[in-house]
Every structure is written in structure tokens, then in C-alpha cells.
């Protein structure tokens, strides 16, 4: 489904590349997001194909429609007012660290979605 997305943990820190580049799935993305066209996106990086940019949407479209994990607990508020974790904290903190370093590149990089 996905046969342009490729990763590789020593290429753009294992971000999603398309096919093996340099260029990131979230720099289409974004590129796209404000208001690139198709053609003007390829005029600035010629080795991108128009099917490339297809799957970039497509791959973030399915990213945005993941169902939570239990690895990453949602937060509530309790009766008392508290935000506590709903459901079984994970034991592994690393895990969480992960996830919220993971959160920081995206915030650093630029996604407006992650800084909600």
C-alpha cells in the first residue's frame, strides 16, 4: 500500500522518507499543507514524482486515523478534579519518554498538530 514510504534508522533520524531520499513524508505533508501544488513541489525537488506526494497524503491520512495504543494512556479528570491516566499506566517510563521525545521533534519540526 504504501511502497514509496520507506524508513531507515540511519537516515533522517528513521523519519518516513520517500523512496530511500532524503526528503521526509512530513516535508510533503507540509509542503502541501501550505499550498504547494502538486507541480510546484516537483519543480523544487526534482526527483519527487507526483505518485510520491499521493502516497505522502495517504500515509499521514492513515497515521491521523490510528486508533490510540495502551503504550500511550489517555489523561481524564478525576471526580476531584485531577488529571489521572485512564486505564493501566505503562510500567515502562522509557516507553512514555519516547513518546513525548518523539512529540518534540514533530513540535520542532513545524506540526501545528502536535502542540495541541
Given amino acids: 500500500m504504501f511502497d514509496r514510504i520507506t524508513f ?7 523519519r518516513a522518507c520517500i523512496r530511500g531520499m532524503r526528503i521526509t513524508v512530513a516535508l510533503l505533508v507540509n509542503l502541501v499543507a501550505n499550498g504547494l501544488s502538486t507541480e ?3 519543480r523544487e525537488y526534482p526527483d519527487i514524482e507526483p505518485e510520491d506526494i499521493r502516497q ?8 491521523a486515523n490510528e486508533e ?6 489517555s489523561l481524564v479528570k478525576d471526580d476531584l478534579g485531577f488529571w489521572i491516566y485512564e486505564g493501566d499506566v505503562p510500567s515502562d517510563f522509557d516507553v512514555v519518554r519516547a513518546i513525548s ?16
Avoid: K
Avoid at 531507515?8 to 528513521?14: H, K, L
Avoid at 512529540?103 to 506540526?111: D, L, P
Fill in 8 to 14: 531507515s534508522s540511519n537516515q533522517m533520524a528513521g
Fill in 40 to 42: 510546484e513541489i516537483i
Fill in 56 to 63: 505522502a497524503l495517504s500515509y499521514a491520512a492513515a497515521l
Fill in 68 to 73: 490510540p495504543t495502551q503504550s500511550c494512556p
Fill in 101 to 116: 521525545d518523539e512529540r518534540e521533534a514533530r513540535i520542532a519540526e513545524g506540526c501545528r498538530f502536535c502542540d495541541v
